[in-house]
């Protein structure tokens, strides 16, 4: 049991852990304050982060941040700390969207003992969104099962989509391509988070370098982040025709919801990365009201759909960049 304030090591490995989440265009849309005399960990929205156009609602901020809440989790295990998080404690800031106690007492409410945490905690550098073509060898049923009770243990549900369903699915990413090149606004919005590494070297946003190969059906299960430009050198490649994808979903909507969904994907995304299982997203459908609902599958699906994820066997994406520390992390005297 930890009794006295982290020393600056320890602090700095949780923040870069929890900073090593992915969010939306990697915007990293949060801030983290370290309060030494109470030994907690607060997590807040930065909202000057936020895509106005294609999350108004701010559903994908808070999965970001949930997701970098699960990262925290998972390293304050590794460290042998024992934490109790609390979701947005304080109803009048919707900003402050969690707090994280590390040491608690015994006689303190805690998290139940969750060891499978700690043993995600290499996966947290490994883990990298890959926007390249999958082969098609199948996740095994063992594995399915392993990323469905990694959600589950985050209150989420995880499910593999049924073949009917994929082919509605894939007409729906499609579908909402074609709203978003019919919308100069979010076209816009994509592009200010999108970097050019041969004039810049970014702190945020998509490097041009992880855009991955363009596909060249252009039917590809991924969001291409180069929209409509040529960018020099770039592959045409095959994606693979019929891509594994399934939907993570929650009881609720609301902020959170968003925050359980967020660490949901982080957790799932863990457990793939640990069973050398590659993943991306496909989320457009998911930023049209209009398109989410019909996302649900019609026969089995429960709850609102938050994540459209494609798994497979290829290649690692690339490591991201990420702000520094000290630009997302505050402590208090
Ligand atoms: C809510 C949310 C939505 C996302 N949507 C997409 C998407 O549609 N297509 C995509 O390629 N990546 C998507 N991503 C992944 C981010 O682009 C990625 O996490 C970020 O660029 C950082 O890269 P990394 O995941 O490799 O660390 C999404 C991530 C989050 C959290």
Redesign the pocket.
């Known amino acids: 049991m930890l009794t006295e304030a982290l020393d600056d090591t320890t602090l700095a490995d949780l923040v870069a852990d929890a900073t090593?989440?992915?969010?939306?265009?990697?915007?990293?849309p949060w801030l983290f304050r370290y309060g030494r005399c109470s030994r907690t960990i607060t997590l807040r929205a930065d909202f000057e982060r936020a895509m106005p156009e294609a999350?108004p609602s701010g559903?994908?901020?808070h999965?970001?941040c949930g997701?970098a809440l699960l990262n925290l989790r998972v390293s304050a295990a590794h460290h042998g700390l024992d934490a109790a998080t609390a979701l947005l404690p304080e109803p009048s800031d919707p900003a402050l969207l969690a707090t994280v106690r590390l040491g608690v007492r015994a006689d303190e409410p805690r998290e139940p003992a969750d060891g499978v945490l700690a043993v995600l905690h290499p996966a947290i550098k490994d883990?990298?969104?890959?926007?390249y073509p999958f082969s098609g060898q199948p996740v095994p049923d063992g594995v399915r099962a392993h990323l469905a009770d990694a959600a589950r243990a985050e209150g989420a549900d995880f499910a593999f989509l049924t073949p009917i369903h994929l082919e509605t699915v894939l007409g729906l990413i499609r579908d909402a391509e074609g709203y978003d090149r019919g919308d100069p606004a979010r076209e816009a919005e994509q592009q200010r988070w999108t970097r050019n590494t041969r004039s810049e070297a970014p702190v945020d946003?998509?490097p041009d370098y992880?855009f991955?190969p363009h596909d060249a059906t252009e039917r590809a299960a991924?969001?291409d982040?180069a929209g409509t430009r040529v960018v020099p050198g770039r592959a045409r490649v095959l994606f693979e025709s019929r891509p594994q994808l399934a939907l993570l979903s929650t009881p609720g909507d609301h902020a959170t919801d968003w925050l359980r969904a967020?660490q949901a994907?982080e957790r799932v995304?863990l457990t793939a990365t640990l069973h050398q299982v590659s993943?991306?997203?496909?989320?457009?459908p998911?930023?049209w009201p209009d398109l989410r609902w019909v996302l649900r599958d019609p026969v089995f699906g429960t709850g609102h759909p938050?994540?459209?994820i494609r798994l497979g066997y290829g290649p690692n994406?690339?490591?991201?960049p990420?702000r520094p520390l000290n630009d997302v992390l505050t402590i208090e005297p």
């Open positions: 090593a989440a992915p969010s939306m265009h990697n915007a990293q999350d559903r994908s901020l999965i970001g997701a883990r990298h969104t890959s926007r946003g998509i992880a991955g991924t969001r982040f967020g994907l995304l993943t991306s997203f496909a989320t457009q998911l930023e938050q994540m459209l994406g690339p490591c991201t990420r």
